[in-house]
């Protein structure tokens, strides 16, 4: 997937361990939307009662 200029996108894997990894992509790192990305990225990294409620609905499916 290309992205454009005004496009960022969050891209979240999960390892053998539980743990949830996070990238921010974008052509535009300096953006708007690379901006909203980097601060969902950082919630995602920093909130571990949200990460816990991620691995729980991933456990579920």
Do not use: H, Y
Not at 1 to 13: G, H, P, R, T
Not at 14 to 21: F, L, P, R
Not at 41 to 50: H, P, Q, S
């Amino acid at each position: 997937m290309e992205l454009k200029v005004n496009q960022a996108a969050l891209i979240l894997e999960t390892n053998d361990e539980g743990e949830i990894c996070v990238e921010v992509a974008s052509p535009d790192m300096d953006g708007l939307a690379s901006g909203l990305c980097q601060t969902i990225a950082r919630k995602l990294i920093n909130d571990e009662v949200f990460q816990q409620e991620l691995l729980t609905m991933l456990e579920q499916e």
